[in-house]
C-alpha cells in the first residue's frame, strides 16, 4: 500500500547499500586472489570471502567518530569503515600511495582519519589496543564505542581473558565482535576450545553477550545497533559472538587439507551475499538491473584501483628508516 | 639554588605529581600502585591526590594493562603505566614489541605511541633467579623504543616528563638498589634531557662506562684507582636507546681505554653492542681491547654470597681498569 | 559408647595429626618472621599465617607419587608435603645443605624426591608446570593427580585461562587448587575481578569447580578427597576455591595499608587451628597435655632444625655456575 | 655412501620421525601441527603415522603449552614444542626465561628440562614488520638454554636427535627461507654435534662469521671475493650458546681480519657479542676492527624493494669484507 512506499522505499536504499557494500568486498577479494596469483600482490593474504556480512553489519553501525581494532584479516573492515579501496589495494602493491606507505601490506592496513587502528598479525593482539582507546574515551569523557574483531581462535589467549576482565571490571566502552568461522587456520573450534559456546564463555566475565547469525548482514546490524546501544550509553562491553565461514583458505599459503569439502559446500548454501539477493528479491526490492548497476559500478572502481596501484611511486629506499621515531618539526 | 635531602624514591614521586599536575592526559597505571601505596612506595600517597581514575590499580594482567597503555595513548592520553619489575614485563613484551615499538612504522607514519613505561630492574636483594633480571640490553635491541636510565636523584626526577613530551615510547628502568638513595636535589624543578651520556667523573687515562645500579660502584672503583693514581673518566649512559656515541668517543679517543660495567649477563648484554661500537669506531686510537665486567652467567642465586660473586664487585672493575691500563699510560 | 569407640579413635588420631601439622607450619613461620628481622632470612619472605588448613588438608589428600607445584607462599605446601623442616630453613639460611642448595630461598623450595615441583615466584607461572606434569602422567598411564596451588590474583593472568583450557580441553589430571585470601598484595578480589565467584568462573571452562571454606581444615580434606577421586579417574580436571585469609601483610615488605585492622580481627575469629582445637575439644579428642605434647615436639624440632640451619656449610663460591647445564657423567 | 635429493623441510621431518621412533617418550606438540599438515608443512603426515596423542594440535595458547612441554618435561617425557614463528614466542618468554632455563638451578641441580622447542625465525618473504623478527641473539643471552641453529639440510636433520639427548632445554631456530631449500642427503641417518661451529668454505684474507639464514648469502659474497683474489673463511656457528670461541680465533688469528653476518637488527644483536669477544680475545691479532653486516634498524617493512634495503644482502658482505681488507693483506 502507498502507505508503506517511503518505508519501503528506505528499507530498499538500506539494502541496496548493505548489497554493494558486500559485493565491493567480495569482488575486491577475488581479485585479490588474482593478484597474488600474478605475484602482484606478496606476503601473507588472507581472504574474508564469506564473511562479508560481519563487517558490512557490524562496522555500518559505528559512528565516523568511533574507533575500530581488526586484524591481518581485514580488508572487509577496511573497505566497511570506508578506507579507499585505491589505498588498500596500493598498499598491498607497496606503494608510498597505500594506506600505510608500502609498510603494511595486506595484515597492516591502517587509517588514522578514520579510526581504523588496523590491521594486527598477532592474534588477541589488538584486544589491549581496543580496551585502551575505550579507556581513553571514557576518561575524556566520549560517550562512544570502540570495536575489536578478532577470531574465536584468538578466545583461546591468555590476552584475551586479560582483557575481558578488564573491560568488564572497568566497565570500558567496547563491543567484542568475535568471528567465529569455527576455524583457526586447521584448527576446529571444539580442538581449541573446552567450552565451544563462545557467547556463553563471554558472559562469564559479566558483560552481555550472544550469538547472532553471521552470515545475515541484517541481523548482524541489527545486534551491532543493540549492542553498541548499551556499550555508548555506559552499560560497559559487549560480546557478539558472530557466527560465519570462511569460503576458502586460512591463507593463499593453506593447502585446506583439514575440513571437508562437502562442509564447505554446505556452508556456501548460507553465501550472505546470496541470501541478501534473495531477500530483497522477494520484497521487491532489487531487480536484475540494479543489481547489474552495482556489479558495473564495482568492476569500474576495481579497475580505477588497479591502475592507480599499478602506477602509484614506490617509497624511496632513502626513506626505510623514517617513521621508525617520529619527525620532529 | 636552593636544595631538599630527597631519596631516589621521592625524587620519582615528585616527578609523578607534577606530570599528573601539569598535563590531565596524564595518567599511571599498574599493578598495586594505588591502595598498597606502590611496590617500591613510589607512588605513596598519589591515590589520595590524584584519585581512583588516575592512579589506578590493575588486575595482575601484564599484557592487558601495557597494550591498554598503548590504546590510551593512541586515544589521547599520556599514560604511563608501571610493570612492577621488568621480570614481569616479560609477559607484556608482545605488546611491548609488536605494538607499542612497530606501530608508526607500520602505519606509514600515522600512529604515534605516546606513552612512559616504568619499571623496577636488577639484582642485589636476594631475591633469586626470577626476581632479579637485568633485561635492559634486550629492550635497547627494538628500533621504535626509547630507552633510558636515571642513575641518580636529578635524572629520577627530571627524566620523565621528558619521556612524557616524546612523541615515541619510552621505557625507564629504576634499578631496585636506588630508591632508598638520599641526597640533596635542587627545589627548583626542571627537566633533563634524555638524549645525551654524561660524564660523572673526568679522567684522562681509562673510561668507564656504565649506567643505572652500576653507576655507584663504578664511582667506588674509580675512587679507588685514584689513590693508585689512575685517573678513570666515568660515564653514564642514561639514554641506552639511542646510545649517545660522541660522548663515548670523544672519551676514548682521549683515554685509548675503555671498560664496559653492566649487571646483565656478559654475553649478549648491552656491554657487547658498546664493546663492539667503540671497536669499531675507535679501533687505532685503543691501546687495548675494551674490557667488559658483567654479571655472571648464572641465574641469579639467593644466598648472598653467591648473589655477591654473580654481580660486578667494584673490585672486578677495579682489576679490569688495571688490565686495561697494564702495559703503561 | 563402646561400639564408637576405635572409630573415634582413629578420628582422634587424625584431628590430632591435622592439629599437629597446622602448628607445625605457624610455629615454623612465626619463628621465620623473627628470623627475618634478625637478617637471618632475606630476600622475599611470604608467610602463610591464617592459611594452614587449606595445605594441611589438600596436600594430605595427595598420594606420595603425585606431584605439586606451588608459589612464593609455598612454605606450608613444602613441609605439609613432608619437605624436611631442617632443609627447608637451611634454604632461607641459604646453605647448601637447603632443599635447593641455598640457590632458591624462600621462593624456590623443591624437593624432587618429593614431587614438590616449587616454589614458583612468577604469579601464574606455575600452571603451565602443572599441567605438563598431569600431560605426562596420562602420557605414561599413571593413573595420578598433579596439584597445582595458586592465589585468586592469578586467575587475571593470560596464563590462568589458558591454562584452565587446556587441562579441560584435554582432560588433563590436574586438581587447581586456589587459595583465595582475598588479596592480592594490596588489591581486593573485587578490585581485579569482574567475576568474584571464582568456582563460577573456573566452571565456565567446563569442569567441576566449588568453593571450600579454606579455614576448616577437615572441609578442605574432603573437598580434595572428592575432586582428587574424579581426577584420578580420568574425569578430568577440577578447580577448588579454597576461600582463606592471610593474618599478615603480604611480604616482609608490606606495611598493610590497604586493608583495615578490623577485618583482619573478624577473619581471626575463624582460625583454622582454634576452629579445629575448638573442635577436638568438644569432641573429646583433645586434653591441654595433648596440645602441650605437641607445642612440646614442634618447639625441640623447630630449635633443632634452626641449629642445624645455622651450622650448615655454605656453597662454595667455585660452585657458582654449577647447575646451569646439567653435568655430564 | 647413497644420497638422496632432500629438502630442509623433508630433513626437519625425517628427524622428527626417527626421534618419534626412536624414543616412546618423544612426542610433537604446537599449533596446527597435525591437521593441517605443519604451518611449514614440516610435520605433514605425520599424524596419519603417529597420531593425535603424539603429534598435538594445540590451541592459541603459547604460553601454555611451552610450559606444558616443560612440565611434560620434568614427568619424564621428551617433548618436541613447536612454536610456529619466534615472533610469537614473545607470549611463551616467560615460561622459557624463569622456568625452562632456571628450574636446574634454582632446584640446586635436581630438576634438569629435557625439551626441544624448535620454531622459524627470520624475514625475508614480505611478512612485515610483526612476522619478520630475527630474536635469536635474545635467546642466546639467556644462561640455562642451548641454542642452535641448522643453516645445512644435513645439520635440519642431525641436530634435533642431538638436541633431544641433551639433558637441557635447547631451542632450535630454522629460518623461514631455507624450508625449500634442496640438496643431496646422506641415506645413513646420524646425529651431528651441537657444540661446534665448522668452517664451511676455508680461506686466508678474511673470517667472514654467520649462522643460520644468512649462511647462503655470505657463501654467495666468498663466491664473489674469491674473484677478486679475496679468499674469505666462511665459519657457520651452528650453536648460538654456547658459541664456538675455539673455532672462531683460530681463524682470526689466522686471518687478521673478521666479519659478522648477522640478521639481527645491528644494535644489540649476537654480531656484538661476536665482534666484542673476537676483539676481547684477539685484539693483537686483528689488522683491522670487527665489522658487522645486519639487518637495518627499523620494523621490517611490506615493500619488496624496501624489505631488501633493510636486509643484509651478499653487496653488503662484499663491501664489508673490501672495508676489513682495503689496507693490503
Ligand atoms: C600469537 C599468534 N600465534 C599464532 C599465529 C599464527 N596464526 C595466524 S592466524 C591464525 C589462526 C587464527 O584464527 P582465528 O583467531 O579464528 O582467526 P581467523 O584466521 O579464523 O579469522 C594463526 C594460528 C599468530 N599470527 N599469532
Ligand atoms: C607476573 C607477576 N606479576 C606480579 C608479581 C608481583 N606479585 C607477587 S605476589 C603478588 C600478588 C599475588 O596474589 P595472589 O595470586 O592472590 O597470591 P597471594 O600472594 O595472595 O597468596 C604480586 C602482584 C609477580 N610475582 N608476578
Ligand atoms: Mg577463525
Ligand atoms: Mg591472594
Redesign the interface.
Known amino acids: 500500500m502507498t502507505a508503506d512506499g517511503p518505508a519501503n522505499e528506505t528499507r530498499a536504499k538500506h539494502h541496496r547499500e548493505l548489497l554493494q557494500q558486500m559485493l565491493r568486498i567480495r569482488r575486491f577479494e577475488e581479485k585479490c586472489a588474482e593478484l597474488y596469483s600474478a605475484a602482484k600482490i ?3 593474504l588472507h581472504l574474508y570471502v564469506g564473511e562479508e556480512a560481519v563487517a558490512v553489519g557490524a562496522v555500518g553501525a559505528l559512528r565516523p567518530e568511533e ?1 575500530l581494532v581488526s586484524t591481518y584479516r581485514e580488508h572487509g573492515h577496511a573497505l566497511a569503515r570506508g578506507v579507499p579501496m585505491e589505498s588498500v589495494l596500493a ?1 598491498m602493491y ?2 608510498s600511495t ?8 595486506s ?2 592496513l ?3 582519519a578514520r579510526r581504523f ?9 589488538g ?11 571514557r ?2 569523557g566520549r560517550r562512544q564505542a570502540t570495536a575489536c574483531f578478532f577470531g574465536e ?2 578466545v ?11 573491560a ?2 572497568w566497565r570500558l566502552p567496547v563491543l567484542f565482535a568475535c568471528e567465529n568461522n569455527r576455524y ?5 573450534l571444539a ?5 565451544t559456546d563462545l557467547a ?2 563471554a558472559s ?4 552481555p553477550a550472544w550469538p547472532v547469525d553471521g552470515m545475515d548482514v541484517i541481523a548482524v546490524e541489527e545486534a551491532a545497533h543493540r549492542a553498541l546501544a548499551v556499550v555508548r550509553d555506559g552499560g560497559g562491553p559487549c560480546f557478539l559472538e558472530l557466527r560465519t565461514y570462511r569460503f576458502r583458505a586460512h591463507s593463499m599459503y ?2 585446506d ?2 575440513r571437508d569439502k562437502a562442509e564447505v559446500e554446505q556452508w556456501k548454501v548460507h553465501d550472505p551475499i546470496d541470501g541478501l539477493i534473495g531477500r530483497m528479491r522477494t520484497d521487491g526490492d532489487l531487480t536484475d538491473s540494479d543489481l547489474e548497476a552495482i556489479e558495473r559500478e564495482l568492476s569500474d572502481e576495481l579497475a580505477a584501483a588497479m591502475e592507480a596501484a599499478e602506477a602509484g611511486p ?2 624511496p ?1 632513502e626513506d ?8 620532529r618539526s | 639554588m636552593t636544595t631538599t635531602e630527597t631519596t631516589y624514591r621521592e625524587a620519582l614521586r615528585v616527578a609523578i605529581r607534577s606530570a599528573l599536575t601539569r598535563d590531565d592526559r596524564v595518567f599511571l597505571m599498574g599493578e598495586d600502585v594505588g591502595r598498597y601505596g606502590g611496590c617500591f612506595a613510589v607512588s605513596l600517597g598519589l591515590l589520595e591526590e590524584f584519585g581512583p581514575e588516575r592512579i589506578r590499580d590493575t588486575p595482575l594482567s601484564e599484557s592487558a594493562f601495557v597494550g591498554a597503555g598503548i590504546g590510551a595513548a593512541l586515544g589521547g592520553m599520556r599514560p604511563i603505566v608501571e610493570i612492577m619489575t621488568v621480570n614481569f614485563s616479560l609477559l607484556a613484551l608482545d605488546q611491548i614489541v609488536n605494538n607499542a615499538a612497530t606501530l608508526l612504522h607500520m602505519s606509514g607514519g600515522q600512529l604515534n605511541v605516546p606513552m612512559v613505561i616504568r619499571m623496577t630492574t636488577g639484582a642485589g636483594r636476594q631475591l633469586a633467579a626470577q626476581h632479579s633480571h637485568s633485561l635492559e640490553g634486550w629492550y635497547a635491541h627494538i628500533p621504535g623504543l626509547r630507552i633510558v636510565a636515571p642513575a641518580t636523584i636529578e635524572d629520577a626526577r627530571g627524566m620523565l616528563w621528558t619521556a612524557l613530551c616524546d612523541p615515541d615510547p619510552v621505557i625507564m628502568f629504576e634499578h631496585g638498589t636506588l630508591y632508598a638513595m638520599s641526597g640533596p636535589l635542587d627545589d627548583a624543578v626542571q627537566a633533563v634531557d634524555i638524549d645525551k651520556a654524561v660524564v660523572r667523573r673526568p679522567g684522562r687515562d681509562a673510561t668507564l662506562i656504565t649506567y643505572g645500579g652500576t653507576l655507584r660502584i663504578s664511582l667506588l672503583a674509580a675512587e679507588e684507582l685514584a689513590g693508585e693514581g689512575v685517573e678513570v673518566e666515568v660515564i653514564d649512559l642514561r639514554s641506552l636507546r639511542p646510545l649517545d656515541d660522541a660522548t663515548l668517543l670523544d672519551s676514548v679517543t682521549r683515554t685509548h681505554r675503555a671498560v664496559v660495567v653492566d649487571e646483565g649477563w656478559r654475553s649478549g648484554s648491552l656491554s657487547a653492542e658498546i664493546s663492539a661500537r667503540i671497536t669499531e669506531q675507535a679501533f687505532f686510537d685503543l691501546d687495548a681491547p675494551v674490557e667488559r665486567v658483567c654479571s655472571e652467567e648464572v641465574p641469579t642465586p639467593y644466598a648472598k654470597h653467591l648473589e655477591e660473586a654473580a654481580l660486578p664487585q667494584p673490585s672486578d672493575i677495579v682489576d679490569a681498569v688495571r688490565r686495561a691500563t697494564r702495559d703503561g699510560r
Open positions: 606478496r606476503g601473507f574507533a598498499e607497496g606503494r597505500g594506506c600505510s606507505r608500502g609498510r603494511g601490506g595484515m597492516h591502517f587509517d588514522a587502528y588496523g590491521g594486527n598479525a598477532i592474534v588477541g593482539g584486544l589491549p589496543l581496543a580496551i585502551g582507546l575505550g579507556l581513553a574515551d576518561m575524556q581462535g584468538a583461546a589467549e591468555g590476552e584475551f581473558h586479560e582483557c575481558m576482565n578488564l568488564s571490571l583457526a587456520m586447521g584448527t576446529a580442538r581449541s576450545h573446552a567450552q556463553l564463555r562469564s566475565y559479566g558483560m593453506d593447502p587439507r583439514y614506490l617509497e629506499v626505510l628508516t623514517r617513521f621508525v621515531y617520529s619527525e
